[in-house]
């Protein structure tokens, strides 16, 4: 199951997304999630919140986002991401792709912790993919996928000849 911990005693007014400050790939994507989510959630860096949840430690806060809802539930890593993104507009919830599929689910914490262990080259290729500005990305993987596919034709031309 996903990693969760016990409901935690301050309970935040309003759900609260809990982040690293000192990141840019952190901070890349918390802008992205707010443009995605907008103000339904708060956003602030574990840096300035850790010492109200005294449940979480620290170490906890440094090695994965964390989702706390005004239930007191605390979710981390891609669970985190997920329950996030489940209160923006969209129809389609990824928190309960996560929840009721096995595979998606350990796919995702994969990827989370793949991420998460390599923060700077993930940032470089956020910014490579997406553009420097994650308030409004460019879809630049379109070009990159394009390029890759005109020059895979353009060999697979010159092997015929």
Known sequence: MFEQFKKIGNLPNRALLVWDGECEFCRYW???FRKIIGEEIHYEPY???A???PEIPEKEFRRALK????SGNVYSGAAAAFKALDYGKSRFSLFQLYIKNSFFRKASDLVYKKVADNRPIAYK???ALWGKDPSSPKPYWI???AAFVVVIKLLQGSKRR
């Open 30 to 32: 918390v802008t992205r």
């Open 47 to 49: 840096q300035k919140m």
């Open 51 to 53: 010492n109200q949840f």
């Open 67 to 70: 989702f706390i809802d005004t």
């Open 125 to 127: 290729a956020s910014k």
């Open 143 to 145: 070009i990159y996928i």
